[in-house]
């Protein structure tokens, strides 16, 4: 079913948490929001949840409004036909995992042997066939967040919404329910809303991905999409590029391309968004794996090309990862991933070069 979010916002005191959000989640769409602590991303699943009540804006699931700043309307949570899954799993303790699936039919008045069937099917469907008669209070961490995924997914709900469902589990378990979360939601057919600060769990679940920041969507867009465009520095810093480098100016170059000076010693020609001009605010990112380095005498012989001195080397089970310094610019560290160097040291001065074609200009901050 399909979710739209218009106007959207809620604060909490004088702090202004979300901040005109408008989302709109198709029908058997997986979403995820993505940001730091307290840009808003929770607080939006939560007034979509109705859990918080927003003080403006629209909610609609569906055709259905279920919440309107200016016509007073406000749906309850229990009667949004939604599934949600939170950090702390929200079990019974006291109850087995028969009872604690089945609570949402309790909670309606629903009993017999439909309800029973349907709590049996949904305990298979996420792998707990058999241990319908256990307590909650005796199942590891991965059993209870499979519990919990039961739960919110009897009902059929229209959609399903979690809170950083995957955040206390250990990093292999993760990987393992991320495939199963993903597969259990296309299987259902609901439109799921997913938050999280997690990048690689953001990349392997969405269709797309929202990111938040100071209570903003600053950027919407495919996985692929936003991880080799992203939107600002923000958004480049967030997710995980490594080389961001502040612009020291920016000139015209060769076939609409640009040229940035990041320090004396480090030039770079690259792609630029639309509309660029002149002038500050601009930084430059490219990847640890464009950059290519050598024992040679350090010389600087083109845009990309730069001396460095290797600051630091760290070994991360399969790569080489190198924190360089460019010339004498404190400013201007470069980090390079690489195999096949090892017998660089720190303290060696080498040449290194940004391949061509992957140095790319982003704004300080998208326009709001």
Not at 84 to 90: E, K, L, P, T, V
Not at 144 to 173: G, I, T
Request: hydrophobic share 40%.
């Amino acid at each position: 079913m399909r979710l739209e979010i218009s106007g959207l916002r809620k604060s909490y005191g004088r702090h202004l948490a979300v901040r005109d959000v408008g989302l709109v989640v198709e029908e058997g769409e997986f979403v995820v929001i993505l940001g730091p602590s307290g840009c808003g991303k929770t607080t939006t699943l939560r007034c979509l949840a109705g859990l918080e009540k927003p003080d403006d804006g629209t909610i609609r699931i569906g055709t259905a409004t279920v919440f309107d700043g200016g016509g007073a309307v406000f749906v309850p949570p229990e009667q949004r036909n939604i599934g949600m899954i939170f950090q702390s799993y929200a079990l019974w303790p006291h109850m087995t995992v028969f009872e604690n699936v089945a609570f949402p039919f309790e909670a309606r008045r629903q009993r017999g042997p439909q309800v029973r069937d349907r709590v049996r099917d949904v305990l298979a469907l996420v792998g707990l066939a058999g241990l319908e008669d256990r307590s909650a209070s005796l199942l590891s961490g991965g059993q209870m967040q499979r519990v919990a995924l039961a739960r919110a997914l009897a009902c059929k709900p229209a959609a399903l919404l979690f809170d950083e469902p995957l955040s206390n589990l250990d990093l292999k378990l993760r990987h393992h329910l991320r495939q199963e979360l993903r597969e259990l939601q296309k299987t259902s057919g609901a439109s799921a809303v997913f938050v999280t600060h997690d990048q690689s769990e953001a990349a392997a679940l969405a269709d797309r991905i929202v990111v938040m920041n100071e209570g903003r969507i600053v950027q919407s867009d495919t996985p692929e999409k936003l991880f080799s465009r992203p939107a600002d520095r923000f958004t480049a810093d967030f997710i995980g590029i490594p080389n961001l480098l502040p612009v020291r100016a920016v000139t015209a170059a060769s076939d609409g391309r640009w040229k940035v000076d990041v320090s004396p010693h480090l030039a770079l020609e690259g792609e630029a968004p639309s509309g660029v001009r002149p002038g500050d605010g601009w930084w430059v990112w490219f990847r640890a794996e464009h950059v290519e380095m050598t024992a040679a005498a350090p010389r600087a012989s083109g845009c990309g090309d730069f001396p460095a001195r290797i600051v630091q080397r760290t070994f991360t089970g399969t790569d080489y990862v190198y924190r360089l310094q460019a010339g004498h610019a404190p400013e201007a560290s470069v980090e390079v991933t690489a195999r096949d160097v090892r017998k660089l040291e720190p303290g060696d001065l080498i040449a290194a070069r940004v391949l061509p074609g992957q140095a790319h200009l982003v704004p300080d901050a998208t326009a709001r």
